[in-house]
């Protein structure tokens, strides 16, 4: 090979080395040490001791295996012995001695429990909560002024208790506890539990992992020395919310309450509505690294069983780190979360909630949402709004079919448009024709991407409004359609017809009640926009029979998506027409409540009592 051969090989090569990835071996500034594992994985042997060699052959050892840096311990007092904790005959974990900037290997809380020595308790709550360095963690020993004095510590987290409760827990405690303690420790717990505090909600609990779950709530755990129990007292008095206006959900005459972010909050705006004995309340904790509690809510003479069990079923069976708002559990126990259409409600109203739990279903809460979810339910129900029942029926009727026209227009006039334009032309009248034509002449796009170039605008000025706080968000969505109509227009962009037929279909996409649904009719829309531009009206009807079978499979918690028209079953008198209220004589058939009848058959007893008087 010659010469300029060799060179342009040895280019070559050097641009590919260039172009490569390789790993550094010094990994400089990455501190995770291997594990053995990664170490018996990559082939690498342990680091030589010190000691051994010279620093020379230390060097070129570690420059051959390529090992990560031994990384830096922190400046800091370190503990030399490490320290043990007690585990009342269950395996223990060995902690190492810390301070600042040193890394716990923390014990298993699961299997912890609460030592008759308060000191172990003392070290095995600091080690948990990584005190001193955990700041907003308030420790304090205190001593209970009985004869002879209890010594004791309690443990709580500032900003998460009430101030007020907490003053008297201590007064309680220290200033009045003038009384004789039982000789026995065992019974000391029991005796302040029944004597001393004056707290209504106090539990005994010998599990770490109770009290830590208890603490994080905002409760106060209270350790005594030679009780292998620790008292908790309800002190809750975190900052929260008060309760608002709906801001999504709003209706012109009814309730004008709305769920916030506290649990306890929203399950007693829903007692407050549902004053029955048989309302019952149960709390599953969800998370494993943050747990947090969500609220199943149904009545028990009437919810059918089965969905009941299948609901906790599903809940009980999450495995996440963390659950913020109930959109995310929505994702985790919904049927079919690949689909487009929700299969679960989620709504802000307490009323709401309430009447579906009357209805036979279940409410669910999570704590920390202002949104509760309602399993099972259909699509026709999220075409529903609660003001459709305290208006006139004549009222209620006309607004849901006028929906069910929007319902349709958000989702396929585009294509339509489309169709007509490129495929059907036969089937507009001439002098549209010619004025549509006329409009278009000057446009250079095809109708095609115009319609895109618009529906796009239109959800960026959507989502703009959105983003923006306050009132300006609204004012600028406005002026911002306005303005880029116009200018469109103007600029020979789009056609006048093209701006009419994009705002009447945002306009349908606004009056779907709920939000989870006209979002995926937002994105139904793109869809029939190519079938229509591809295949006209054939492409149009090719996807509507696609999506009324991938619709009518859906299920929410066994019941049929499309209930009660699709299986047909006993429709009632609220599907689509609003008949008047005393026609509701029975709940949903599809549901299989308990008991199916609402109402009797003449509901209004005036009319009775009205005729009785005639026949006598």
């Not at 002449?441 to 923006?468: D, H, K, N, T």
């Not at 406005?478 to 020979?492: D, H, P």
């Not at 009419?500 to 996409?509: D, M």
């Not at 007893?605 to 008087?613: S, T, V």
Request: aromatic content about 8%.
């Amino acid at each position: 090979m010659t010469e300029n051969g060799w060179c342009g090989m040895s280019i070559l090569a050097n641009l590919l080395k260039l172009i490569t990835y390789e790993e550094n071996p010094d990994r400089e500034g990455f501190v995770l040490k291997e594990t053995s594992a990664d170490q018996k994985a990559t082939g690498k042997n342990e680091a030589p001791s010190i000691g051994k060699n010279s620093p020379d052959e230390q060097k070129k050892a570690q420059a051959g295996r390529g090992s990560f840096k031994k990384p830096v311990r922190p400046a800091g007092k370190v503990t030399e012995k490490p320290r043990k904790i007690k585990d009342s005959g269950e395996a223990g974990a060995v902690q190492t001695g810390q301070t600042a900037g040193r890394v716990n290997e923390k014990p298993v809380v699961d299997k912890l429990s609460v030592s008759a020595s308060l000191a172990e308790n003392r070290d095995t709550v600091g080690i948990l909560y990584g005190l001193p360095e955990n700041k907003d963690i308030i420790m304090r020993d205190i001593v209970i002024g009985t004869e002879p004095v209890i010594n004791g510590f309690v443990i709580f987290i500032d900003g998460l208790v009430d101030k007020s409760v907490q003053d008297l827990l201590f007064q309680a405690l220290m200033l009045f506890a003038a009384r004789t303690a039982p000789p026995e420790k065992g019974k000391l717990a029991l005796f302040v539990k029944e004597r001393l505090l004056p707290g209504n909600q106090i539990t005994l609990q010998s599990r770490f992992r109770d009290i830590l779950d208890a603490v994080n709530y905002g409760d106060t755990a209270l350790f005594l020395e030679g009780c292998a129990d620790a008292l908790l007292v309800e002190t809750k008095g975190w900052e929260h919310r008060g309760i608002d206006r709906p801001t999504i959900e709003q209706v012109v005459r009814g309730p004008q309450e709305a769920f916030g972010e506290t649990l306890r909050t929203n399950t007693a705006l829903i007692r407050k509505l549902i004053k029955n004995e048989n309302l019952t309340t149960e709390f599953i904790k969800v998370g494993t690294r943050n747990q947090v509690n969500v609220a199943v809510m149904y009545l028990r003479d009437l919810a059918n069983p089965a969905l009941v069990a299948e609901v906790k079923r599903r809940i009980d069976s999450v495995k996440t780190d963390l659950i913020i708002d109930s959109g995310t559990l929505e994702e985790l126990i919904e049927d079919n979360p690949y689909n487009l259409n929700p299969t679960v409600m989620a709504t802000e109203r307490p009323d709401r909630v309430a009447a579906s739990i009357i209805e036979g279903r279940v409410g669910i809460i999570v704590d920390g949402s202002p949104f509760a979810l309602i399993v099972p339910t259909t699509m026709y129900e999220m075409l529903h709004t609660g003001e459709e029942l305290y208006t006139r029926w004549q009222f209620g009727t006309f607004i849901r079919y006028l929906r069910a026209l929007a319902f349709y227009l958000s989702f396929l006039l585009p294509g339509l448009y489309l169709s007509v334009v490129l495929f059907h032309q036969e089937m507009i009248p001439t002098e549209l024709l010619l004025a549509i034509a006329g409009n278009r002449e000057r446009v250079p796009f095809p109708s095609l991407v115009e319609v895109l170039l618009m529906e796009i605008s239109f959800e960026l000025i959507r989502e703009a409004g959105l983003r923006i706080p306050g009132v300006m968000g609204t004012t600028i969505g406005i002026v911002g359609a306005l303005i880029l109509g116009q200018a469109a227009v103007q600029a020979n962009i789009v056609s006048p017809i093209l701006v009419i037929l994009v705002a009447v279909t945002g306009l349908s996409s606004f009056a779907i009640p709920y939000y989870s649904l006209a979002f995926s009719l937002r994105i139904y829309r793109f869809f029939y926009i190519a079938v229509g531009a591809m295949l006209g009206f054939f492409g149009i009807s090719i996807g509507l029979f696609a999506q009324i079978i991938l619709t009518a499979n859906l299920k929410s918690f066994g019941v049929p998506y499309l209930a009660p028209i699709g299986p047909r079953t006993v429709t009632g008198a609220d599907v689509v027409t609003r008949l008047p209220v005393f026609f509701h004589e029975k709940r949903p058939d599809y549901l299989n409540p308990l008991e199916i009848a609402r109402q009797p058959d003449v509901s209004r007893g005036w009319l009775e009592q009205k005729d009785g008087g005639k026949d006598n």
